[in-house]
Nanobody, 115 residues
Framework: VQLQASGGGLVQAGGSLSLSCTAS????????MGWFRQVPGKEREFVAG????????YFADSVKGRFTASRDNAKNTVYLQMNSLKPEDTAEYYC?????????WGKGTLVTVSS
């Protein structure tokens, strides 16, 4: 199983970025997909979670109203649209796939928001 996140970069505060994560080696539509982020020296924190087909997408309080998440099961890809970015959103962003006790992580993509 491989998860490949992309789309990170440098953006000014108030700007937007769109991340994507493409999975391979699994039945993508079965998996609950999540986005997490981590700043050096801090624990990895939940950002958003989107179910396989049906259900509610959840967001951390810190990003509600600014971030949206979506997925395209035909493309094995999950997206994170980040708007109104703040310097405190600076982090390495990771995607993860979870189903029935199986949990996979991809390498992160760095998002840097300048003030």
């Amino acid at each position: 199983v491989q998860l490949q996140a992309s789309g990170g970069g440098l953006v000014q505060a108030g700007g937007s970025l769109s991340l994507s994560c493409t999975a391979s080696g699994l039945t993508f539509s079965r998996y609950y997909m999540g986005w997490f982020r981590q700043v050096p020296g801090k624990e990895r924190e939940f950002v958003a979670g989107i179910p396989g087909r049906f259900g509610t997408t959840y967001f951390a309080d810190s990003v509600k109203g600014r971030f949206t998440a979506s997925r395209d099961n035909a493309k094995n890809t999950v997206y994170l649209q980040m708007n109104s970015l703040k310097p405190e959103d600076t982090a390495e962003y990771y995607c993860t796939a979870y189903w029935r006790g199986m949990n996979y992580w991809g390498k992160g993509t760095l998002v840097t928001v300048s003030s």
